[in-house]
């Protein structure tokens, strides 16, 4: 796949605004994972708009011109982008949370240790990346920038098939994530507001231990911890999507 040139599901960045009548004045700020797109937190979305709250997905700084621009892209290229989403939810909305999967999950717990939220969701997150990448990533990214990606994490046949991403993915970019988990890992325990972790069970990108170290170690009075007993990394698509929707939807509502 050239730079830039992602499959023709429905990728583009969402507002999406709850029935009036339902309405909260509650927003959600829903942030995808390295090399993914809008797509992967759609279905949480279009949960919560539902339940009478706004949900916006972005894209993640880097992503939409491709893999190559992704390269050029540092970690706090992320957060302040999301930061400056979240400032601007804030000012229309008397509440406001963030939900992220994988690299958007690392983003939501540095916005909670940095910035003022009123409680987030992270999904598969990594503390952690499998080995060798991280080591491969530092030692190769200069000669070979870019590892081609053969799909997604995803046990679901169907959804797998036609889930969207970009082709390839920077070595440069592991090494910013790894960055990024060094500056959360730090100051976990700075986070206090409501929170709910959850990861797939057959996750083999990010290992499902670090969910419970996420949930042990945040300072939150309020937290769950949500195994998703038959799904991989991308669990929002995955077979057990539906369940977490309406998990996230139900974890943020009661809060509003």
């Not at 957060?79 to 999967?101: Q, T």
Request: one cysteine or more; aromatic letters at 4%.
């Amino acid at each position: 796949m050239t730079s830039g040139r992602i499959p023709a599901s429905d990728i583009r960045p969402f507002d999406l605004r709850p029935d009036p009548a339902a309405d909260t004045r509650a927003a959600v700020l829903c942030l995808h994972g390295l090399t993914g797109t809008p797509y992967e937190v759609r279905p949480l979305a279009e949960a919560l708009a539902q339940r009478g709250l706004r949900a916006r997905g972005p894209w993640m700084a880097g992503h939409e011109r491709g893999h190559e621009a992704l390269a050029r892209t540092r970690h706090r290229d992320w957060v302040e982008l999301a930061a400056n989403e979240l400032a601007a939810l804030r000012e229309e909305h008397a509440r406001v949370f963030v939900a992220g999967i994988s690299m958007g999950g690392l983003v939501t717990l540095r916005l909670a240790q940095t910035r003022n939220v009123d409680g987030i969701v992270v999904i598969g997150t990594p503390l952690a990346l499998r080995r060798p990448l991280p080591l491969l990533a530092r030692a190769l990214r200069r000669v070979v920038p870019f590892r081609k990606k053969r799909g997604s994490d995803i046990r679901d046949p169907a959804a797998s098939a036609r889930h969207p991403g970009l082709g390839a993915m920077p070595l440069a970019s592991v090494n910013e994530l790894v960055s990024l988990q060094t500056e959360v890992i730090g100051e976990l325990s700075r986070i206090d507001v409501p929170i709910l972790v959850a990861h797939g069970r057959h996750d083999r990108t990010a290992l499902p231990r670090d969910a419970a170290r996420i949930h042990a170690e945040v300072r939150s009075s309020e937290k769950e911890l949500f195994y998703l007993e038959r799904s991989g990394h991308v669990a929002t698509v995955d077979f057990d999507g539906p369940a977490l929707a309406l998990a996230v939807a139900d974890f943020f509502a009661r809060r509003c």
